[in-house]
């Protein structure tokens, strides 16, 4: 009996002792497998508001990740688009970012001069398939010496949305071409006693990014942008851009716009339009899952999409509209070891080509291309498909200028909506900004 249980509990040691080897043994050889198991809290910041288009096609990457990731823990931030900035760079100032944040192209080379920035160059390059799925110059405002900091999500465009029944009302027939046929549309549209054009400029940069981006290119052309970008001689003060503003001064002074035109918002203006109370907004891609999703049917039906009109004498191409990434996902300088291969899966979930897919089902366009054949079934995206397919695009001014000239501008510009300062004002007060900066 006693040698018979002594050999009963020599077996149960030996077994013990192989398991915990073995257990060792599969430990080492998957370590991975124990990453898995190990806790990690993920900080980020972003502009994921609920209900936003982009939003709707990013929350689903994000909770499959969490859902195939039960050990990370996602500590997640979403403050609204015109907020961010501000915050983003107040957290940098004290040290303070989070794991993960957006970032804007602009803020791009300071943040990396400054080192807040850790370079992504590593994880793209160790998955070719994850980075090739890209689509071509989406990394160009997120790139220092010759290194991608950001990974970008979306192509932002603007464009101009007309309510075609209410253009017959007024005896308009098509969407004008010229600078003068829009302002005889006004004409037309005030006689009617409808507002022309809605716009919500409360957060300042509507006016710049969604209207003077384009109309700008309208008037000077790329060659003089380029001169701006890299100091080769352009000014601001130059003839062709403060056309631009006296375009738009001219334009507000007949009434085209919103007397509220700088105490609504962006949400404001949409509803504004949706609700029939004017004739045309000048909106994002953004805007189009709020179409499809809120705006009334007999609206909606009768929604078409147009680019800004061409200023007479200008140097553009009519048929170009702002297009880039303008914001991007980052990851702090100073992040640990440990949280890095977690943070680089979170990467790849957020622009791969699942997030392409449902972005383009919802009306957003994607940075990076869809996995798989999509067919657009709702209204507003499928004419904004149609219409944005093939079209040169130009660069969107506050992705890409200094964030001072983008203020000064975008202050002045509320200023010239209202008639508080003329175009060549104006144009003096971002040139002496352009120069100090």
């Known amino acids: 009996m006693r040698r018979t249980l002594r050999a009963k509990l020599w077996k149960m040691c030996v077994g013990a002792i192989c398991a915990g080897t073995l257990t060792g043994a599969i430990t080492g050889c998957g370590a991975k497998e124990t990453q898995k198991e190990e806790k990690v809290e993920v900080s980020m910041l972003d502009f994921f508001i609920p209900g936003e288009g982009v939003t709707k096609a990013m929350k689903p990457q994000i909770d499959r990740f969490l859902e195939e990731h039960p050990n990370v823990t996602l500590d997640q931030e979403s403050v609204s688009n015109s907020d961010l900035a501000t915050k983003v760079q107040t957290l940098a100032a004290g040290d303070e970012l989070p794991d993960v944040f957006m970032i804007k192209g602009q803020m791009a080379e300071t943040f990396v001069e400054n080192g807040k920035m850790h370079s992504l160059d590593e994880m793209l390059n160790a998955d070719t398939q994850w980075k090739e799925n890209f689509k071509d110059g989406v990394f160009s405002n997120f790139e220092v010496g010759g290194s991608i900091y950001a990974v970008p999500f979306q192509v932002t465009n603007t464009c101009v949305f007309y309510n075609t029944e209410i253009f017959s009302r007024a005896g308009i027939e098509s969407f004008p071409e010229t600078w003068t046929e829009l302002e005889d549309a006004v004409e037309k549209l005030k006689a009617i006693d409808v507002i022309p054009i809605v716009l919500g400029n409360k957060e300042r940069w509507n006016a710049e990014s969604v209207i003077m981006s384009t109309l700008g290119n309208r008037c000077t052309g ?216």
């Open 222 to 437: 790329d060659e003089w942008y380029q001169g701006i970008r890299d100091r080769s001689g352009s000014s601001f003060t130059d003839p062709e851009f403060v056309d631009s503003l006296r375009a738009l001064s001219d334009l507000a002074a007949l009434g085209a716009f919103n007397e509220d035109v700088n105490s609504i918002d962006g949400a404001q203006q949409r509803q504004m339009y949706m609700n029939g109370k004017a004739a045309i907004t000048i909106d994002g891609s953004w805007a189009i899952a709020n179409f499809d999703e809120n705006c009334p049917e007999e609206v909606r039906d009768v929604t078409e999409i147009a680019a800004l009109p061409m200023v007479d004498g200008g140097k553009g191409n009519p048929a170009a509209i702002t297009g880039g990434a303008g914001w991007a996902i980052a990851v702090n300088a100073n992040i640990s070891e440990e949280k890095l291969p977690v943070v680089a899966e979170l990467l790849r979930a957020m622009t791969g080509p699942e997030y392409g897919t449902a972005a383009i089902e919802e009306g957003t366009l994607s940075a990076v291309k869809p996995g798989t054949e999509v067919t657009i079934d709702k209204p507003i995206a499928a004419k904004f498909d149609a219409f944005a397919k093939d079209r040169p695009f130009i660069p969107v001014y506050d992705h890409q200028l200094s964030s001072g000239v983008i203020d000064v501008m975008q202050g002045g510009l509320q200023e010239l909506l209202i008639g508080r300062v003329t175009p060549e004002e104006l144009a003096e007060r971002i040139q002496s900004e352009y120069e100090n900066n």
